[in-house]
């Protein structure tokens, strides 16, 4: 099973190019989702989050992220206190989903995580694929989104790697600011060489077949 991780800043079309890599028969795990889980009434981080923010930040028993990022802020800290709770809880959400996924004999499984490179998680890819687009496009794309705001945009950028770097440590990238088309059919290239038996990644990887 080959894996590909698949990440980008936001507004760079990295939630459209995981939809194209479903079309072409990829399985997708997606980060955010497994945090959606966590959250949600009944999810394993509830409890832990309702213990070092306050039971404010949990609605009809479930975290409201309005609240938390209220909490939250800027702070640098309690951000790195979150992240102890969730991210472990992740890594177990993704590790099960990786397993299920080999025992089934699927092909190529994309794990779609925001914080690819940030996290470390790309050490257990065999390939990292980065969606990127010109900057004056991505703020555009996010400022039309319900909700967002010059300065929440801003504050989000700067907790993100920034798109350069990414772009740097990538094996692969998809251009999205060119257009629907041009980015499936770089997705398609993708797909293609990474399933050819004769590639082989550089990278060790956590299920590598090379």
């Given amino acids: 099973m080959i894996i590909l991780g698949l990440t980008g800043g936001i507004g ?13 028969g990829a399985v997708v795990w997606d980060a955010d ?9 009944g999810g394993e981080a509830v409890a832990d989050i309702a213990k070092a923010f306050g039971e404010d930040v949990i609605v009809d028993g479930a975290v409201d ?4 990022a209220a909490v939250l802020g800027n702070d640098a800290a309690q951000f790195d206190r979150l992240n102890a ?8 959400d993704r590790m099960w989903a990786l397993g299920t996924a080999k025992e089934k004999g699927v092909r190529l499984f994309i ?4 914080l690819l490179f940030e996290t470390g998680a790309d050490a257990y890819v065999d390939a990292t694929v980065v969606a990127s687009a010109p900057a004056d496009l991505q703020r555009e ?40 088309e041009p980015a499936r059919q770089r997705v398609r290239q993708i797909v293609a ?4 038996p ?13």
């Fill in 12 to 24: 760079m079309g990295k939630s459209t190019t995981a939809d194209v890599f479903r079309e072409e």
């Fill in 33 to 41: 989702a497994a945090v959606h889980r966590l959250y949600a009434k």
């Fill in 65 to 68: 992220r309005p609240r938390l």
């Fill in 85 to 92: 709770i969730v991210h472990p809880l992740v890594l177990k």
């Fill in 111 to 114: 794990v779609d995580i925001p």
């Fill in 141 to 180: 794309r996010v400022l039309a989104r319900p909700g967002m705001t010059p300065e929440r945009f801003e504050a989000i950028v700067a907790r993100q790697m920034p798109d350069a770097e990414k772009r740097a440590r990538a094996d692969f990238i998809v251009e999205t600011g060119e257009g629907l």
């Fill in 193 to 196: 060489t990474v399933l050819d």
């Fill in 198 to 210: 004769s590639w082989k990644s550089a990278r060790t990887g956590l299920f590598s077949d090379q």
